[in-house]
């Protein structure tokens, strides 16, 4: 059977057309409004619609086209747009109705024009849809089964002596080791990362880069158009800086000499101090 999900994405069908908006078939939530102006002008009867469904400032099921910077089970870095001394704090998350982030759901103060890292969820005493600083809160419960190497999506939402923490797919927490990182992160950054190890306690080390050829291969095939499209000299080396490197490839500096060195050694480039040089197009000299 469909089911029709609050503070979600859904697929609902047009049943009647009223003079302010549309009513879409919310299943077991009933009829919910899609308002005129969101409507198009060749909308018909029966056509299905990707919509977000929220509560209006009544309490109201209402649909719209837009779509929010998160929605229910993401977490999210939204700016504050104003803070109500009874209420809490209201969040632009994307949408014309602003998203609550109650006295008691926030992790410390905040202050407009400030940023928060906060999870979408339910309230569940008032069943509207609210912002929680409470980050471990809303972690799934579930011991993470991400694979060695996995490509993952990580928010970083804190900084301790050791590194950064990072949610990884919405879903659980993970460090990114201070001392394997070319250059700080930023709270709230997105960003792609792999999984380093998933130890038994279910905490997970993360880095930035893939490891041995799954790291290196890519990169290899990286820097190759890069010397082509450059006409076959780059400026960069072994003596390049970490940040130049990060800024340039999106890897680590450790990550970026290997690669180096596993062109050298296939004999693809040569060291140019500084910079290197493509071989490919060069032809071999004669040792005769």
Same mark, same amino acid.
């Given at each position: ?31 919910? $409004? @899609? ?5 198009? #002008?060749? =909308?018909?009867?029966? &056509?299905? !619609?990707?919509? +977000? ?38 969040l ?45 809160n ?20 804190g ?6 923490s ?8 993970? $460090? @990114? ?5 070319? #250059?700080? =992160?930023?709270?709230? &950054?997105? !960003?792609?990362? +792999? ?16 490891q ?53 050694r ?23």
């Open positions: 059977m469909r089911m029709t999900h609050l503070g979600k994405r859904n697929l609902l069908s047009v049943l009647r057309e009223t003079a302010s908006g549309v009513y879409l078939d919310g299943a077991e939530l009933g009829e919910i $409004l @899609l308002p005129g102006r969101y409507v198009k #002008s060749d =909308l018909r009867v029966k &056509q299905t !619609l990707d919509v +977000f469904i929220y509560k209006d400032s009544e309490d109201r099921l209402v649909a719209t086209t837009e779509t929010p910077f998160a929605t229910v089970g993401e977490f999210a870095w939204l700016k504050v747009k104003d803070v109500h001394p009874q209420s809490g704090a209201f632009d998350w994307g949408l014309a109705k602003d998203l609550l982030l109650p006295f008691g759901e926030q992790a410390g103060p905040v202050e407009i024009g400030a940023r928060v890292v906060v999870a979408v969820c339910i309230d569940p005493k008032t069943s509207r849809i609210m912002a929680s600083g409470r980050l471990v809303h972690l799934s419960k579930i011991h993470p089964t991400y694979s060695p190497g996995q490509t993952v999506n990580l928010l970083v939402v900084e301790s002596p050791l590194g950064y990072a949610i990884i797919e919405h879903a659980h927490l993970g $460090l @990114l080791y201070r001392t394997e990182l070319s #250059s700080p =992160l930023a709270i709230g &950054q997105q !960003l792609n990362g +792999f999984v380093r190890e998933v130890r038994a306690d279910g905490k997970v080390d993360l880095r930035l880069d893939a041995g050829y799954a790291r290196v291969a890519p990169l290899t095939d990286e820097i190759m158009r890069e010397l082509d499209e450059a006409g076959g000299r780059l400026n960069f080396d072994d003596d390049s800086s970490p940040d130049e490197v990060r800024q340039r490839f999106g890897v680590s500096k450790k990550a970026f000499k290997q690669a180096l060195g596993s062109l050298f296939a004999r693809r480039i040569v060291f140019m101090h500084p910079g290197i040089e493509s071989t490919d197009a060069k032809p071999e000299q004669s040792t005769t």
